[in-house]
């Protein structure tokens, strides 16, 4: 069965994106801890990050530390976290996660609704960000 993000990867749910290659992808989680909140995922469904081929899990890295670089320019942030908990969706999945302090990285204050227009702002800019990396 597929998951929820190979859903989002194959357009069959809305996603927002900010970066997308043969691998992997990176988008929008739609209850973010933070403004910016990115999900970087493989496009092989795998479930454990301790599963990745080591060529798929140092491609991954490498995309969320641009992301995470393209987050510090954007929101000014004290830290991006990376955190790869893996519980929400059988998927592996890296969260990059702008923030300034250790509370900020509670999934006990993940938003539970974001306006897609906001999210598809967040987004565009993130990207384009990216593209300058």
């Given amino acids: ?37 990115t999900l ?11 599963d990745l081929p080591t060529a798929t899990s140092d491609h991954l890295m490498r ?3 641009n992301i995470g670089n393209a987050q510090k320019q ?4 004290r830290r991006v976290a990376l955190i790869i ?3 929400e969706v059988p998927h592996c999945h890296l969260h990059v996660i702008p923030a300034d302090t250790m509370s900020d ?6 938003a539970s609704h974001v306006d897609p227009t906001e999210l598809a702002a967040q ?3 993130i990207a384009s ?5």
Avoid at 2 to 30: K, M, N, S, W
Avoid at 129 to 133: E, G, N, R, V, Y
Wanted: aromatic fraction near 12%; charge should be negative; proline fraction near 4%.
């Fill in 1 to 37: 069965m597929q998951t929820l993000f190979t859903r989002i990867i194959r357009g069959e749910i809305p996603g927002h994106f900010v970066y997308r290659d043969e691998i992997c992808v990176a988008f929008l989680t739609i209850n973010p801890i933070s403004t910016g909140h």
């Fill in 40 to 50: 970087v995922v493989p496009i092989e469904e795998i479930d454990q990050w301790t």
């Fill in 63 to 65: 995309v969320a530390k």
């Fill in 74 to 77: 954007l929101y000014d942030c």
């Fill in 85 to 87: 908990a893996g519980f």
């Fill in 105 to 110: 990285l509670s999934f006990d204050q993940a």
């Fill in 123 to 125: 987004a565009q800019k």
């Fill in 129 to 133: 960000i990216l593209k300058t990396i």
